[in-house]
């Protein structure tokens, strides 16, 4: 059974979910008002192997991924480039996808938007005020965290101490300093919505509260999102559901930061200043590979090195999987029953990805080694492991046959024939010829393989 590391529980426990065979996941998504940061690269491609392997182990997921389309942040884009709001978000949440497309990170089920849901927030905003665990000032609606009785349960802290290091307003109407908005009402020319506290919008912690409860129902199974958002965010959604009396996420599993060149993403990577960057300069799924050589709740420093280091280990797995066209037998086989197992273990152990990815390298030795040996009654279960396992983690094999002209095949061919036939003049003459042509030639076991230059 897998196990994860709870944040409000602080240790690693069994996942097990509300409907047996089914999870329920929620992972907050972008504020769309500019490109996605290596940060948000980090946190989908965490969930979205998560997912993956639970689809992998068998279970129906369910995952919703929200897109906070208002928010102050957006207003004040909108304002400053003197352009209509909605253009900035709906521009930027195609950036976003885009983005997930190339890092092969599927689409969530639902994809919950803010401006969809505002009167089941003004709804909710309504029931804390009449339950006393919210307020009105003159600018808004606040909610009263201390009435929360475990209120600091994801920040790891007692309310004093987070109260403590509460940044104070200058003005400030609110009754403590940990006390959150719930609802602004909003200024000259700012987006608005009615509500019986006036015109205005939401807070950012109430939108994830109403769409995970409509979406997933109470009590659903696993909240996830990176390491920033356990508090307040988190904390203060969780708050909200509490007060109102339902029954919020039953897990809390968060993801490490990301280190650029080794700062807290502050500097730029060259030329890469976004995920958009990376994407475009980087093989995307060099990004995904080196997620999983971290554990996901340890910082990964995101380097030109470690990005050229994981394109080469996928030239690694892409020539393999070159190779494994050419062996009979592959496509259908059983996996190595004991490989897999252990894969098995150690993703159940709280995602030890590392130790995943050091499995999959040592398939592809053996499975080559069997390979170069002669003996592909060995090699198939391997390759098969290596395959399965790829699959589970969402990481794209390519074997590129696809991409060489059947003339340009065919010519590979013809020089098995010559080599076998010991001709090694015309085995010569094809390879030049091929090679002029652009493409690359490797000899395995199996014959020739051309893969494009
Ligand atoms: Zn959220």
Same mark, same amino acid.
């Given at each position: 059974?897998?196990?994860?590391?709870?944040?409000?529980?602080?240790?690693?426990?069994?996942?097990?979910?509300?409907?047996?065979?089914?999870?329920?996941?929620?992972?907050?998504?972008?504020?769309?008002?500019?490109?996605?940061?290596?940060?948000?690269?980090?946190?989908?491609?965490?969930?979205?192997?998560?997912?993956?392997?639970?689809?992998?182990?068998?279970?129906?997921?369910?995952?919703?991924?929200?897109?906070?389309?208002?928010?102050?942040?957006?207003?004040?884009?909108?304002?400053?480039?003197?352009?209509?709001?909605?253009?900035?978000?709906?521009?930027?949440?195609?950036?976003?996808?885009?983005?997930?497309?190339?890092?092969?990170?599927?689409?969530?089920?639902?994809?919950?938007?803010?401006?969809?849901?505002?009167?089941?927030?003004?709804?909710?905003?309504?029931?804390?005020?009449?339950?006393?665990?919210?307020?009105?000032?003159?600018?808004?609606?606040?909610?009263?965290?201390?009435?929360?009785?475990?209120?600091?349960?994801?920040?790891?802290?007692?309310?004093?101490?987070?109260?403590?290091?509460?940044?104070?307003?200058?003005?400030?109407?609110?009754?403590?300093?940990?006390?959150?908005?719930?609802?602004?009402?909003?200024?000259?020319?700012?987006?608005?919505?009615?509500?019986?506290?006036?015109?205005?919008?939401?807070?950012?912690?109430?939108?994830?509260?109403?769409?995970?409860?409509?979406?997933?129902?109470?009590?659903?199974?696993?909240?996830?999102?990176?390491?920033?958002?356990?508090?307040?965010?988190?904390?203060?959604?969780?708050?909200?559901?509490?007060?109102?009396?339902?029954?919020?996420?039953?897990?809390?599993?968060?993801?490490?930061?990301?280190?650029?060149?080794?700062?807290?993403?502050?500097?730029?990577?060259?030329?890469?200043?976004?995920?958009?960057?990376?994407?475009?300069?980087?093989?995307?799924?060099?990004?995904?590979?080196?997620?999983?050589?971290?554990?996901?709740?340890?910082?990964?420093?995101?380097? +030109?090195?470690?990005? @050229?280091?994981?394109? *080469?280990?996928?030239?690694?797995? #892409?020539?393999? =999987?070159?190779? /494994? $066209?050419?062996?009979?037998?592959?496509?259908?086989?059983?996996?190595?029953?004991?490989?897999?197992?252990?894969?098995?273990?150690?993703?159940?152990?709280?995602?030890?990805?590392?130790?995943?990815?050091?499995?999959?390298? +040592?398939?592809?030795? @053996?499975?080559?080694? *069997?390979?170069?040996?002669?003996? #592909?009654?060995? =090699?198939?279960? /391997? $390759?098969?492991?290596?395959?399965?396992?790829?699959?589970?983690?969402?990481?794209?094999?390519?074997?590129?046959?696809?991409?060489?002209?059947?003339?340009?095949?065919?010519?590979?061919?013809?020089?098995?024939?010559?080599?076998?036939?010991?001709?090694?003049?015309?085995?010569?003459?094809?390879?030049?010829?091929?090679?002029? =042509?652009?493409?690359?030639?490797?000899?395995?076991?199996?014959?020739?393989?051309?893969?494009?230059?």
């Amino acid at each position: 059974m897998l196990q994860l590391f709870d944040t409000a529980k602080g240790g690693v426990v069994p996942l097990e979910p509300r409907d047996p065979g089914k999870v329920s996941m929620y992972v907050c998504g972008p504020t769309v008002y500019g490109p996605p940061h290596l940060g948000h690269g980090r946190f989908s491609l965490v969930f979205d192997v998560l997912r993956r392997y639970l689809e992998w182990s068998g279970l129906d997921v369910t995952y919703v991924s929200n897109v906070t389309d208002i928010d102050d942040k957006i207003i004040q884009r909108a304002q400053r480039e003197d352009r209509d709001w909605r253009e900035i978000t709906h521009r930027c949440e195609a950036v976003w996808y885009r983005a997930m497309d190339a890092l092969d990170v599927r689409r969530p089920d639902h994809d919950p938007h803010a401006t969809a849901y505002i009167d089941d927030m003004v709804a909710l905003i309504g029931r804390l005020v009449d339950r006393g665990a919210a307020y009105e000032t003159s600018d808004g609606v606040y909610f009263q965290s201390e009435r929360v009785g475990d209120y600091g349960l994801l920040a790891r802290q007692p309310l004093e101490s987070l109260k403590a290091g509460a940044r104070v307003e200058g003005i400030d109407e609110k009754r403590s300093p940990v006390d959150f908005a719930l609802w602004k009402k909003a200024k000259p020319g700012e987006p608005r919505w009615p509500s019986p506290w006036g015109d205005g919008r939401p807070g950012w912690h109430t939108e994830c509260v109403v769409m995970a409860l409509d979406l997933l129902g109470e009590g659903f199974d696993l909240h996830g999102g990176g390491q920033d958002l356990a508090f307040p965010h988190h904390e203060n959604e969780r708050a909200q559901a509490v007060a109102d009396g339902r029954r919020f996420a039953r897990a809390w599993v968060h993801n490490g930061f990301v280190e650029v060149e080794g700062t807290k993403m502050s500097k730029s990577l060259g030329n890469v200043t976004n995920l958009v960057d990376l994407v475009e300069q980087y093989d995307p799924r060099a990004y995904r590979l080196l997620v999983l050589r971290s554990h996901y709740r340890s910082p990964i420093d995101v380097t +030109d090195d470690s990005l @050229r280091d994981a394109e *080469a280990a996928l030239e690694r797995l #892409d020539s393999f =999987a070159r190779r /494994l $066209a050419t062996v009979d037998g592959v496509a259908g086989a059983a996996p190595d029953d004991l490989a897999l197992a252990r894969f098995r273990a150690a993703m159940d152990d709280d995602l030890q990805t590392p130790t995943v990815t050091g499995q999959l390298f +040592d398939l592809v030795r @053996r499975a080559n080694a *069997a390979l170069d040996a002669g003996d #592909d009654a060995a =090699a198939v279960p /391997l $390759a098969a492991t290596v395959v399965e396992i790829a699959g589970a983690l969402g990481l794209e094999l390519r074997a590129g046959v696809g991409d060489v002209p059947d003339e340009v095949s065919g010519w590979a061919r013809e020089r098995d024939e010559a080599r076998a036939a010991k001709d090694w003049a015309r085995a010569d003459a094809l390879r030049d010829r091929i090679t002029a =042509a652009g493409y690359v030639i490797e000899d395995t076991a199996g014959g020739t393989v051309v893969r494009p230059g």
